[in-house]
């Protein structure tokens, strides 16, 4: 596609839920990225995927957060068990191969409330 | 850890007026330092990036400059313009195969 799409782009769910947020991004670029951002502060990095595989899944915060990329394209985080601190924008991003500097290319982001 | 600093309150300035802006951080050596933008309800848009060997890239009414000894990044927009209106992110870059690690932003407010 032309950018990077994202949905839903609001999710209202109730603590102890489970959510799926998808990620689909521009064709042809292989780096994808999730980071959740919270209100009035920069982005934070969740996990970084390199084709299919997890190349840096140290920003997820503990064992409720899982994300797959399974055919190299499309991405899903996946939360279980929500808590009410899981509320944020949760924001995905690629990255053309062709490019030593990680320039991201970002869609405009999944916002979650748990309440 | 790596620690990215960049002034929390929000800058109000006057049309026209040069806004200048202040990314430092610690503990971290990267090979390019980026700067976005973000607009309310939207994701960041990548504006500029500087290399470690360079000392200042401009692009149009943006200019950033880039300190690796003081560990600092200063990002101006001249001639400054309500559309200027956003939050601006900087991000540190460790080049390929790593994570882009941003700061927490800072909102300028440009007034007609």
């Known amino acids: 596609g032309a950018g990077v799409s994202q949905t839903p782009s609001n999710k209202v769910t109730e603590k102890g839920k489970y959510v799926e947020l998808r990620c689909d991004p521009i064709?042809?670029?292989?780096?994808l990225y999730w980071y959740r951002q919270s209100l009035g502060q920069g982005p934070e990095f969740l996990i970084y995927?390199?084709?299919?595989?997890?190349?840096?899944d140290s920003g997820l915060p503990n064992d409720r957060f899982f994300a797959v990329r399974p055919e190299g394209s499309v991405s899903t985080l996946k939360i279980q068990r929500t808590e009410r601190g899981d509320s944020a924008v949760y924001l995905c991003?690629?990255?053309?191969?062709?490019?030593?500097?990680?320039?991201?290319?970002f869609g405009a982001g999944s916002r979650l409330t748990v309440l | 850890s790596q620690k990215i600093e960049q002034n929390s309150e929000a800058l109000n300035i006057q049309e026209g007026k040069t806004a200048t802006l202040t990314c430092n951080y610690t503990?971290?050596?990267?090979?390019?330092l980026q700067w976005y933008r973000q607009d309310p309800g939207r994701g960041p848009v990548f504006l500029l990036l500087?290399?470690?060997?360079?000392k200042e890239k401009r692009k149009e009414r943006l200019k950033v400059t880039f300190d690796t000894t003081l560990k600092q990044s200063l990002f101006h927009i001249t001639a400054s313009q309500p559309a200027d209106s956003a939050t601006y992110l900087c991000?540190?870059?460790?080049?390929?195969?790593?994570?882009?690690?941003f700061g927490g932003g800072t909102r300028v407010l440009v007034k007609p």
């Open positions: 064709s042809g670029h292989t780096a």
């Open positions: 500087i290399r470690e060997n360079e």
């Open positions: 995927f390199q084709g299919t595989g997890a190349a840096d």
């Open positions: 991000a540190l870059d460790g080049a390929a195969g790593n994570k882009l690690t």
């Open positions: 503990n971290y050596s990267p090979a390019y």
């Open positions: 991003a690629s990255k053309s191969q062709n490019s030593g500097a990680n320039v991201l290319t």
